[in-house]
């Protein structure tokens, strides 16, 4: 079992920037892909960002490629979501997940951890 907790979130201008991250608990956190997701309100919730085990490859949705950055600190069982240049579209609740596996996806349904979401809200 894997617990996730995110924290970072808040409110924040068009055009600034916010750190999100996720501490995780449990098992092995070195052994698990890591996924940041959103939600916005009436909206699905969809795929941000992932990073494999060891970092050494990182997969971004096309509407942050460029301003944002997944990152993972292993020693301190905690990824980040570096935010950059955000923008109203960005408002949304973010998740954290992690799959029982060194390989990363986009699909929700493959990541077995998640924890409760920090909201993010971006005023224009």
């Not at 954290?96 to 005023?123: D, F, K, L």
Request: glycine fraction near 12%.
């Amino acid at each position: 079992q894997v617990q996730l907790v995110e924290s970072g979130g808040g409110l924040v201008q068009a055009g600034g920037s916010l750190r999100l991250s996720c501490v995780a608990s449990g098992r092995t956190f070195n052994n698990y892909g890591m996924g940041w997701f959103r939600q916005a309100p009436g909206k699905e919730r969809e795929f941000v960002a992932a990073i494999t085990w060891s970092g050494g490859y990182t997969y971004y949705a096309d509407s942050v490629k460029g301003r944002f950055t997944i990152s993972r600190d292993n020693a301190k069982n905690t990824v980040y979501l570096q935010m950059n240049r955000v923008n109203p579209e960005d408002t949304a609740v973010y998740y954290c997940a992690a799959r029982g596996s060194p390989v990363v996806t986009s699909r929700e349904n493959t990541y077995h951890y998640w924890g409760q979401g920090t909201q993010v809200t971006v005023s224009s």
